[in-house]
Structure formats: C-alpha cells, structure tokens
C-alpha cells in the first residue's frame, strides 16, 4: 500500500516539491512505462484540486496517443497541432489556457472542461508525451501550476 497523503494547507510551490517527491518515490527502479503513467495520475488527480481530467497522451509516429488517465473516457488521437495537446507536442512548449473556449482549436473531450495545462515531456529533445490537466474552473492554472508540472515531467523523463 502506498499512502501519500497531500498537505492541501502547502502553498503551490510546497505542494509541487512534495508532489515530485511522491512521484519519483513511485517510479524509481520501476521501468514499467504504464505502470509509472498510472500512478502518477492517481497522485495527480488525488494531490490537486478542481480537476476533471489528469493524465497522459504519449507521442507515438508523429501523433498523440491517448495513456493512463483519471476522468471521462477521452479523445484516442490527436495529431501534432490540433488542440492545446498538439500544440504542446508541436512546439515542446508548455501550454496554459485559463479559457479553453477561446483557444482556437481547442478539442472538447469533456464539456465541463474550463481550463487546461499541458506539459511536454521531453527526451533527448523530443517529445515523448505530455501530461495534460482539465479543470471546471476557469483560470484555474498559473505559472505556479506549469512550473511544478515541468518539475515533474523532468523526473519523469527517464520512467515512462
Ligand atoms: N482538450 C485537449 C484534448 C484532450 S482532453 O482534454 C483529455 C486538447 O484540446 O488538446
């Protein structure tokens, strides 16, 4: 059993370092990729609040693919460019949209969805997936939320 219990009281920062702390504790010496993408949506989903959908979309011959995810059943592929997904595989950038409804190209998977973070994760210099977060709340996401998804997608690097 594992029990990583999140200090909701931490400040953003806090919370991301105990976050990647967890993360990194479930995936050393672990060399499963699905397994690893599990469990670190589950921290994800159990760790943040105000989501409705965390996981992974792993890139495979020039698309997205959908991975292991918390939420409503999901797009399966999304090619490079389209949507905020695509747009973080295409550019290997961090994409943070505080109004997916007025991201052009935004794809809907789940209409609660109000805002969204999407986080490349690179090896190499490439993008081998992102991790992507969906929230009901508009504006949900800031800088603060970015950086401790691309601390984590760092570690995550050479586990997935
Ligand atoms: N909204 C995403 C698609 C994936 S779902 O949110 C899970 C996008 O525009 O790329």
């Not at 919370?15 to 479930?26: F, I, Q």
């Not at 999901?74 to 695509?86: K, L, N, S, W």
Request: aromatic residues 8%; hydrophobic residues 50%.
């Amino acid at each position: 059993m594992y029990e990583f219990t999140p200090d909701r009281a931490l400040a953003k920062p806090a919370l991301y370092r105990a976050l990647a702390t967890a993360a990194r504790a479930l995936t050393e010496g672990e060399p499963d990729a699905v397994a690893n993408m599990a469990n670190v949506a589950a921290l994800l989903w159990q760790w943040l609040p105000d989501l409705n959908w965390a996981g992974f979309y792993r890139a495979i011959g020039g698309e997205l693919v959908l991975g292991p995810f918390i939420g409503k059943p999901a797009c399966i592929r999304i090619p490079f460019g389209r949507g905020v997904c695509g747009a973080a595989a295409r550019e290997g950038r961090t994409q943070l949209v505080a109004d997916v409804h007025a991201f052009p190209g935004h794809i809907a998977c789940d209409a609660a969805s109000a805002a969204e973070l999407v986080v490349p994760v690179l090896r190499n210099g490439r993008v081998i997936a992102v991790i992507d977060l969906d929230s009901p709340v508009r504006g949900r996401f800031d800088a603060d939320d970015a950086a401790g998804i691309e601390q984590l997608a760092a570690l995550l690097s050479g586990a997935i």
